[in-house]
T-cell receptor, first 113, second 115 residues
């Protein structure tokens, strides 16, 4: 089945620790995105990547980092510099960077203790 | 991107049609209407989109008024699994430029389907 795999689904972290969220896709889509969702809120764009070895900051990139070494993978690292990291993180892909039809993963829920 | 207005919540009986409205009175001629839904604790799911003609797929129908200032998403036979938040988004098709992936998911409409 073609799709997006996000892992882990649930993650607990102590303050001051970095964590990396995985996003893998087998849709052969060029563009990949990371969004953050807080309870009762809409989605906010963290980072996006149009092609391998290229990525751009979204609206709330501070405290996050990404890499795009392979077309299939776009991991997100939540660093200790992110002041309020507890949230639901969603990875998405699209066939091109300008397309508005996005496919989303199931999400990863990060809780900072 | 044009601003959209949706009712905060709606109810529907199982098996009946669910009609979800969206107002987008400032829509431009090159902007499409997109619908997504998000079931609790899952990622959003694309449903359908259209420019000015009515559209139908296996999930839903999209009716856009002639003046394009509003639209309605129709789930013809709602089931309990259709309970979700439904988002109406208006955006230039294949936007590109500096707007990559910046779909604006607002508050949406919470649709509750009752047995």
């Amino acid at each position: 089945d073609g799709g997006i795999t996000q892992s882990p689904k649930y993650l607990f972290r102590k303050e001051g620790q970095n964590v990396t969220l995985s996003c893998e896709q087998n849709l052969n889509h060029d563009a990949m995105y990371w969004y953050r969702q807080d309870p009762g809120q809409g989605l906010r764009l963290i980072y996006y990547s149009q092609i391998v070895n290229d990525f751009q900051k979204g609206d709330i990139a501070e405290g996050y980092s990404v890499s795009r070494e392979k077309k299939e993978s776009f991991p997100l690292t939540v660093t200790s510099a992110q002041k309020n990291p507890t949230a639901f993180y969603l990875c998405a892909t699209s066939w091109s960077s300008g397309a508005n039809v996005l496919t989303f993963g199931a999400g990863s829920r990060l809780t900072v203790l | 991107d044009a601003k959209t207005t949706q009712p905060p919540s709606m109810d529907c009986a199982e098996g009946r049609a669910a009609n979800l409205p969206c107002n987008h009175s400032t829509i431009s001629g090159n902007e499409y209407v997109y619908w997504y839904r998000q079931i609790h604790s899952q990622g959003p799911q694309y449903i359908i989109h259209g420019l000015k003609n009515n559209e139908t797929n296996e999930m839903a129908s999209l009716i856009i008024t002639e003046d394009r200032k509003s639209s309605t998403l129709i789930l013809p036979h709602a089931t309990l699994r259709d309970t979700a938040v439904y988002y109406c988004i208006v955006r230039v098709g294949n936007a590109g430029g500096t707007s990559y992936g910046k779909l604006t998911f607002g508050q949406g409409t919470i649709l509750t389907v009752h047995p």
